[in-house]
């Protein structure tokens, strides 16, 4: 327990960290292994659609670096477990750089250990709802060229953000920094397809969670964080059914592959 920073509280279960349970990880808590264990009980295969986020993560990267983008932004990065934007990015070019961005001090401090010796990647701890510490971080700013286009990346982290902090806003206050030729990359829960599990997520979030909440949306309100930006094939879709390529791009079960969706837009 050494390595935890004295201000996080360990009681308190945290989406990143049940996010990193769900993967395999092994940097998450009692109070993160408890409340994702209450949620596979009440939808049992929910570690199949953790990990097809994870793995449209690298179809979206592969794709935007065939789109010609060499640097990129992941909002809301959560624990670093393996296959991260750095991982799949420097396999294809080892000079793609990348900058994380979380506001949970574990997730941070993990990354700063996971990198410290990446010369072309770094974490910056930030809150999403406040673009300008994110964008303007000296972090960032030695990283990133904004003139040049930028791989965006929020995934499963929309539905942590209220209604009353308006997404959509947001969202365009980062694409307004994007250079033409930039992509988007979104993946958000929707309650679209399977509400009855959706709402038991829910549920168990709002009990265990205070005021950390998750707002699921339907497909048309996802939609609209794209803004103008064009929307690529085969568009917003359920996540495991975007450019499936392989084995593990889409789950066994069905109705896994419903839980949220997800498209690439550009610029």
């Known amino acids: 327990m050494d390595w935890v920073p004295a201000i996080v509280d360990t009681s308190a279960p945290s989406g990143a960290r049940t996010y990193d349970y769900l993967l395999g990880g092994s940097h998450n808590f009692a109070a993160d292994r408890a409340m994702a264990d ?5 939808v049992p295969g929910i570690r199949a ?25 992941d909002i809301g990065s959560g624990i670093p477990t393996v296959g991260n934007v750095h991982e799949i990015a420097h396999q ?7 900058v994380y961005v979380d506001r949970d001090p574990i997730a941070v401090a993990h990354s700063e250990l ?4 990446a010369e072309h990647a770094a974490v910056v701890e930030a809150d999403m709802r ?3 510490s994110v964008v303007d971080d000296p972090v960032t700013r030695r990283l990133l060229d904004f003139d040049e286009p930028v791989g965006l990346l929020f995934l499963l982290v929309l539905h942590w953000v209220a209604d009353e902090d308006d997404p959509a806003a947001l969202v365009a206050r980062y694409r307004e920094v994007l250079a033409p030729g930039s992509c988007l990359a979104i993946t ?8 009855h599990k959706i709402d038991a997520v829910a549920g168990i979030v709002r009990e265990n969670r205070g005021a950390g909440q998750v707002f699921p949306r339907a497909r048309a309100e996802i939609a609209t964080l794209f803004g103008d ?5 085969p568009g917003l879709v359920p996540t495991g059914t975007w ?3 392989g084995v593990g791009d889409i789950a066994d079960d069905p109705e896994m592959n419903e839980l949220s969706f997800a498209g690439v837009a550009r610029k």
């Not at 209450?38 to 009440?42: D, G, K, L, S, T």
């Not at 294809?92 to 990348?98: E, L, N, T």
């Not at 958000?188 to 509400?195: E, P, R």
């Open 243 to 245: 450019r499936p390529g």
């Open 114 to 117: 996971m990198l410290a010796d």
């Open 92 to 98: 294809v070019d080892p000079s793609c750089r990348v």
């Open 188 to 195: 958000h829960m929707t309650d679209d397809m399977q509400a």
């Open 130 to 132: 406040d673009p300008s």
């Open 229 to 233: 930006l064009e929307l690529l094939q």
């Open 49 to 73: 659609a953790a990990r097809l986020n994870r793995a449209f993560l690298a179809r979206a990267v592969r794709f935007m670096i065939g789109q010609g983008v060499r640097q990129f932004l």
């Open 38 to 42: 209450q949620v596979e009980r009440a």
